[in-house]
């Protein structure tokens, strides 16, 4: 998810789409909708940007482009993207005290 990090709305789009859409086959993405009834309560554009950075990074397909009356439709991606910062973050310290177990050093 580090690649969401620097993009906040799509990141909650993304987790928006996964809890209400994660066993469907494919869902609709209607920014005007969407925005006009408060799903998100943001501004469409708002939203669309968000989508757009969702499909740019891989996190979403496009399985129909929206047109003039019809809302796209998208899946959820089964994998999430590869990105070259993925890396071992270790726990935070336990009650300010350093976490040892698992570690060969301690």
Do not use: K
């Amino acid at each position: 998810m580090d690649v969401l990090l620097d993009r906040p709305d799509a990141l909650v789009l993304y987790q928006f789409l996964v809890r209400w859409h994660a066993n469907r086959p494919h869902f609709a993405i209607a920014p005007r909708a969407m925005s006009e009834t408060g799903s998100l309560p943001w501004s469409r554009q708002r939203i669309a940007r968000a989508r757009d950075h969702l499909l740019a990074c891989g996190f979403i397909e496009e399985v129909r482009c929206p047109a003039r009356r019809l809302s796209g439709l998208y899946r959820l991606c089964p994998f999430w993207p590869v990105v070259g910062n993925n890396h071992y973050t270790p726990s935070p310290p336990l009650n300010g005290q350093e976490r040892t177990e698992g570690r060969a050093d301690h």
